[in-house]
């Protein structure tokens, strides 16, 4: 598969930041100086996860180049392992990897949109729910109008961080504020930030699900992730340090709204607004980036045969009947659970997801050689991602084992529900 695509390279990147850049950064801080008590290695867990993040990219990147078909971890599981776990993952897409983020980051846009205009949260989400039936709306239509519209609120989102970095710049020469204290035993507080961190970074793989329709996939799918990963690592870096160096270190312990208290501190009320601001972008560019990728996992899946027929995309057309089930699988994690179970279950279940996906690369390179799959980084960034994800999530069944049950519930029953899907569709 070579030309023929409707989304760019351009498309594709704007694609990756928009889906990297949205809850997690604007919250991940705060809980992470609770666990880690001192900024600076707050600021080293920020660039872990940007390393390991290009760690996955490189994996997803040459499973990318030898299966240049959307789908993401469904379309390489079947391939790479056995058709079942293809199958299990995509279900587990559908709920960890876009539904529920979608309902997080329309959880956090009522906080942080009512922050924005001075009022109370409203008692129901109907703002989130809004802003989901909106991204569904806008790609419903034709592909390359979805792909603009998604390439302009991406640069509109980096414009504003951009615009408030700059305003940051006072922080030279600023009275120093308290860094905190490190906790007594930093590699817990490690194992218990990383997977909120590794969720803020999740996102990275987005231009893999829609490679079908990728202009020159072999080459731009992979180069789309590199990019937004070095783009989105240099953000999150510049933008936790002004988070984190604003107010003392007690002020964002355990608080999810750490970029609006900074802003404020550092800027007053107008910088409270586009700071604010920003985030609220964020959040809807993470939304329509989420609604764009994940139907075509499912699509896939029912051309396929292994999810109904009619979710399958109509020729060039979107898959229109997918997105209408994510919309209301979102909505329905929206209005039944909290933002941090949300976090917690998300950044647990998808990290498994993702590193199983690149134990499938391992073992494609080892049956098919390294010419028939090439590897940036090999056998470092896959062997090191899949190291750093297993700790991260057997730390969490010990921190937090509730919500990671729920994450384990989750791929029981994907597998579950696989079985009895391959079995229906024979």
């Not at 351009?10 to 850049?21: D, H, K």
């Not at 959307?70 to 058709?83: D, N, Q």
């Amino acid at each position: 598969m070579t030309a023929g695509g409707a989304i760019r390279l351009r498309s594709a990147t704007a694609l990756v930041v928009a889906n990297m850049i949205g809850v997690g950064v604007f919250t991940t801080s705060g809980f992470a100086i609770g666990d880690l008590g001192d900024r600076w290695l707050v600021l080293t867990a920020w660039l872990i996860g940007g390393v390991l993040s290009l760690c996955g990219a490189l994996s997803y990147g040459a499973l990318a180049l030898r299966l240049p078909h959307s789908g993401g971890e469904y379309e390489y599981l079947r391939r790479t392992l056995h058709p079942l776990a293809g199958t299990a993952a995509g279900l587990v897409s559908m709920f960890a990897g876009f539904s529920a983020p979608i309902a997080a980051a329309a959880a956090l846009l009522e906080v942080y949109g009512a922050r924005l205009l001075d009022v109370e949260p409203p008692a129901q989400p109907w703002i989130g729910t809004l802003a989901v039936l909106l991204a569904a709306a806008m790609h419903m239509g034709r592909v390359q109008v979805g792909a603009r519209l998604l390439d302009f609120v991406v640069l509109a989102k980096l414009l504003l961080i951009g615009g408030f970095l700059v305003m940051a710049l006072r922080l030279f020469g600023a009275p120093a504020t308290d860094g905190g204290a490190a906790v007594e035993a930093p590699w817990r507080g490690f194992a218990a930030s990383m997977p909120w961190i590794y969720l803020a970074y999740s996102g990275w793989n987005a231009a893999a699900y829609v490679a079908g329709e990728v202009v020159e996939p072999v080459r731009n799918v992979p180069r789309a992730m590199l990019l937004g990963c070095g783009i989105v690592t240099a953000l999150y870096l510049l933008l936790n340090a002004v988070f984190l160096w604003s107010v003392d270190a007690s002020a964002l312990a355990g608080k999810p709204e750490v970029a609006a208290i900074a802003a404020a501190a550092l800027l007053g009320r107008p910088g409270e607004v586009l700071v604010t601001a920003v985030v609220v972008v964020a959040l809807l560019t993470s939304i329509t980036g989420m609604t764009m990728a994940g139907p075509r996992v499912y699509a896939r899946m029912a051309e396929a045969g292994e999810l109904p027929e009619v979710l399958r995309a109509d020729g060039a057309a979107p898959p229109r009947a997918a997105i209408v089930l994510q919309a209301v699988l979102a909505l329905a994690f929206l209005w039944a659970a909290g933002l941090q179970d949300l976090m917690t279950y998300i950044g647990w279940t998808l990290s498994l997801s993702a590193a199983t996906a690149v134990v499938g690369l391992v073992r494609l390179r080892l049956r098919e050689g390294a010419a028939a799959v090439p590897c940036r980084g090999w056998p470092v960034a896959p062997l090191l991602f899949i190291a750093a994800v297993l700790w991260f999530a057997l730390a969490k069944v010990w921190a937090e084992p509730r919500e990671c049950l729920l994450g384990l519930g989750t791929l029981v029953l994907a597998v579950l529900l696989a079985r009895f899907s391959r079995a229906a569709s024979r």
